[in-house]
C-alpha cells in the first residue's frame, strides 16, 4: 500500500464513481440528484465492515441497478480505487486520536 496508489484511486474514483457515490461517498452524487436510483453510503456499518475485494468485485461485476465498469477500469485500477474507498471511509470515522500529536491543537 502506497500513497501513491491511493492517490491514484482518488483520481479515478472522481472520474468513474462520484457521478453517483458523490465526492464523499454519501450517495448523493449529481446523477442522483437527476433521478438515478440512489446507491447506498460508503459509511453504514455493513460497507465498512465489507472486506475490500467486495469493491473490487462490485467494480468488476456491477451490483443490482449499478453497471460493471469492467470494461472501463483495469483490474489494477479497481484495487487503486477500493483502497481510495477505504481511506474515505476511515476519513469519515475520524477521531482526534487520528490526527498527528503536534496537529492536534490546532483542532481543540
Ligand atoms: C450511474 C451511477 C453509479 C456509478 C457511476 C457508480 N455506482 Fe456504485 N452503485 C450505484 C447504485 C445505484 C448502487 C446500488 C445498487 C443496488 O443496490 O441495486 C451502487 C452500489 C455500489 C456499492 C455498494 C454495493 C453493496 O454492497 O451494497 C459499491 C461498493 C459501489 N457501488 C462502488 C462503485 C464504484 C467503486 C464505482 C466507480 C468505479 C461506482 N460504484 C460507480 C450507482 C453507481
Same mark, same amino acid.
Do not use: K
Given at each position: ?12 474514483f472522481r472520474?468513474?464513481c462520484t457521478p453517483c457515490h458523490s465526492e464523499l461517498g454519501d450517495g448523493h452524487g449529481m446523477v442522483v440528484q437527476?433521478?438515478?436510483?440512489p446507491p447506498?453510503s460508503y ?28 470494461? =472501463?477500469? %483495469? ?6 480505487? *477500493? &483502497?481510495?474507498? +477505504?481511506?474515505l471511509? =476511515?476519513? %469519515? ?6 490526527? *498527528? &500529536?503536534?496537529? +492536534?491543537?490546532?483542532?481543540?
Amino acid at each position: 500500500m502506497t500513497l501513491a496508489l491511493i492517490e491514484r484511486g482518488q483520481e479515478r474514483f472522481r472520474i468513474y464513481c462520484t457521478p453517483c457515490h458523490s465526492e464523499l461517498g454519501d450517495g448523493h452524487g449529481m446523477v442522483v440528484q437527476r433521478g438515478f436510483p440512489p446507491p447506498p453510503s460508503y459509511h453504514t456499518d455493513r460497507l465498512r465492515e465489507a472486506p475490500v475485494q467486495h469493491f473490487y468485485d462490485v467494480t468488476t461485476n456491477g451490483y443490482g441497478a449499478m453497471y460493471s465498469f469492467a470494461d =472501463r477500469v %483495469q483490474p489494477e485500477d479497481r484495487w487503486a480505487i *477500493a &483502497a481510495f474507498i +477505504r481511506a474515505l471511509q =476511515r476519513s %469519515q470515522h475520524a477521531t482526534l486520536a487520528d490526527v *498527528a &500529536a503536534d496537529q +492536534r491543537g490546532a483542532l481543540q
